[in-house]
Each structure stands twice: as structure tokens, then as C-alpha cells.
């Protein structure tokens, strides 16, 4: 007969043990922000930011701007093959910033300037050409560009800035190569300097616009426009995927108050995924979606040096707490001239003094 004092300490002593490991897996748990840390990607003393990465079967490309030249006044662009190989695919004596790629292929587009003048580019690794893109280049400056092929026709959403006056247009476009069709996404005036291009992942696109930063995720079959994460601070950098899970960067009026990144997902619901130091604030967002889970790639921008390290977060798409953003206060239709937050508009302007 068994004894059933051995029996009750037996299962005393497996209870124990049971809500001890419970314990254990839940402060370990990778869905919890605040034990969640972002990979340093590309991290020296100099500017390294505008990451983007993608995979084509068992090889990984990243691309990134890194500052260059004696007194660090310009940015080349580099694409790294599977950890090594690196190759510079802007042209001899010109500032580039790297878009990102055409998820899933050789092609990653970039904006180039030289000078006065800021032209868009591709550039495809499988036959090492760079081709400006002559249907988008004009005399405007065009900067921060994205692609996306879908089904046959590729997508491009840019930028195009005009710096006369007070009054002239800053405004996001969304081109349709295959029908040459443009369609105008959002403008503000170069006073406010508030437009911020996203990217483009078909069927949708995201930027923020406006004295109170706000992004906005729009789906290119219906012409929707969704607001993601209204809340009473910038959001100033976002990124999509295809099924239309947003990243978004959001921080203070001042540079680095209370920055964090959060998740949308496709239905709303916001998820923070890591709050980043005082004095620092993430930038130009882009998603690695190919795979079975997200990686997020950012700029963490040092508002002190105006250094920047690119880093990236593993699992972006299954990380996180539930969040419960304050809600936006009045500001009008989010497209005046107050200011709060001006766009770098890759102006060309050495890297740390953007």
C-alpha cells in the first residue's frame, strides 16, 4: 500500500516545481518587450543608417548608407552579400541613401545627389547595374524612395520636394510602372518640412504628415486611408508588410523624449515592441519580411552626435506587450505649418547635422 503522505509531498513537490518553470519561461518569454533587445547591425563611431535587408533563398543582402570622407560630409551606399562580400553601388563623388530592396530579389533602389540635384536609382546585383529611373527623375528633388513587385508590376513610392519658399510643395507619390499611372498621397508645405515617405509593400503604403506627425497606411486597391497610432506624440517613421502589419517609430517633440517602436497589425491593434534610451530615437524604418517571421531594421540616431547605428529586431512580428496609445489631441486636419517635428528630407546635409 502506498503511503499517501509520500503521495501528497510528492505532488506538493511537483507543483512547486511546475509554477517554478512557469515562472522562469514567462520572465524569458521573447512576446515581452521589456526583455526584447535589438541586434547592432552596423555599429562604429561614424553615420551608419538607412538599413534594408532581404533574403533570396539561402543568400542575405543587407544595404546601408555609411558616412564617408574626411570630415564625414557625405554618405555612400553598399550592398553585403551573406555577411561579406560588400559592394558600393552609388556613383564616384555623390551622396546616396539607401530606399530598400525589392523584397525577394537582386534590386535595391537609392537616391543619389550631386550638387543641387537628387535623382533615384536602381541598382541590381545579379548583373552589377546601376539604372537611373529617367520616368521619375526630373529637376525636383526626389528622395526616399521604396519598391515593391507584385503580380508582375512594380511599385515605387517617392518624394518630391521643392525648397523655393515658404509655399512650395512637399508631396509623396505612388507610381505604377506598368501603367505609368502617379497618384498623389500626401503634400505639406516646405514651412512645416512635416512629410515623412514610408514604404510600399503591395497592397499598401505608409507615411506620417502633418505638425502632429501622424502615420497612415493606405491600401492601394480601395484608396483607404487609415491612421495607425494616433496618439499626442510624432510618429514619424513607419514601414509595412504585405499583410499589412505597420511599424511605427514615435517619439516626443524634442529628439529622443520617450521614443519607442510599436506593431500595428492589420486589424489596429497596437503592440509596443522596445522603448529606446533618453537621447536617442529610432529612424528610417524597413521590414525583412521574407521568412517566417519579421525582422526590423532602424537607424538608433544619437541626438547628441547626430551618430547613427543601424540595428534590427528579431521576431518584429510576434514580439510585444499590448499597448493602449494616449489618444491625439486637436490639431486640426494634421497638414498645417506648426512644425513640431521638421523631416530631414535627405537633403544632402552632412549626416550629423540632419
Not at 517609430?249 to 492589420?266: K, P, T
Request: charged share 25%; proline share 5%.
Amino acid at each position: 500500500m502506498r503511503n499517501p503522505f509520500h503521495l501528497r509531498t510528492v505532488r506538493s513537490t511537483l507543483a512547486r516545481l511546475a509554477a517554478a518553470i512557469a515562472m522562469v519561461l514567462a520572465s524569458t518569454s521573447p512576446a515581452s518587450a521589456a526583455f526584447v533587445n535589438p541586434d547592432i547591425v552596423k555599429g562604429t563611431t561614424l553615420f551608419e543608417g538607412y538599413g534594408s535587408a532581404t533574403h533570396i533563398g539561402s543568400r542575405r543582402l543587407f544595404a546601408w548608407s555609411n558616412e564617408v570622407g574626411r570630415v564625414g560630409t557625405d554618405l555612400a551606399a553598399y550592398v553585403e552579400t551573406n555577411g561579406g562580400t560588400v559592394t558600393h553601388i552609388n556613383a564616384k563623388r555623390t551622396t546616396a541613401y539607401v530606399g530598400g530592396f525589392d523584397q525577394g530579389t537582386d534590386r535595391v533602389i537609392f537616391q543619389q545627389t550631386h550638387g543641387g540635384e537628387s535623382d533615384l536609382f536602381l541598382y541590381d546585383l545579379s548583373d552589377d547595374r546601376r539604372t537611373p529611373i529617367r520616368r521619375l527623375n526630373d529637376e525636383e528633388w526626389q528622395w526616399n524612395p521604396s519598391i515593391d513587385s507584385h503580380r508582375g508590376t512594380t511599385w515605387i513610392t517617392y518624394g518630391v520636394n521643392r525648397f523655393g519658399g515658404p509655399t512650395a510643395m512637399w508631396r509623396l507619390f505612388l507610381f505604377n510602372t506598368s501603367t505609368g499611372e502617379r497618384t498623389l498621397l500626401a503634400e505639406t508645405t516646405n514651412r512645416c518640412g512635416c512629410l515623412f515617405p514610408g514604404t510600399v509593400a503591395y497592397p499598401w503604403v505608409t507615411w506620417a504628415v502633418g505638425d502632429d506627425a501622424t502615420a497612415w497606411r493606405y491600401d492601394i486597391r480601395t484608396g483607404e486611408r487609415t491612421p495607425l497610432l494616433p496618439t499626442d506624440q510624432d510618429e514619424y517613421g513607419v514601414a509595412v508588410t504585405p499583410e499589412g502589419t505597420t511599424y511605427v517609430a514615435r517619439s516626443g517633440d524634442r529628439c529622443g523624449s520617450g521614443a519607442a517602436l510599436y506593431r500595428v497589425d492589420r486589424n489596429g491593434v497596437p503592440f509596443l515592441l522596445h522603448e529606446i534610451a533618453d537621447g536617442f530615437e529610432p529612424a528610417n524604418l524597413s521590414v525583412d519580411f521574407i521568412g517566417p517571421h519579421d525582422r526590423l531594421y532602424f537607424d538608433r540616431r544619437n541626438c547628441k552626435t547626430g551618430s547613427a547605428d543601424v540595428m534590427r529586431l528579431r521576431r518584429a512580428d510576434v514580439i510585444g506587450d499590448p499597448a493602449r496609445p494616449a489618444p491625439a489631441p486637436s490639431r486640426g486636419d494634421g497638414g498645417g505649418d506648426g512644425g513640431f517635428r521638421r523631416s530631414e528630407a535627405s537633403s544632402g546635409a552632412s549626416p550629423r547635422t540632419r
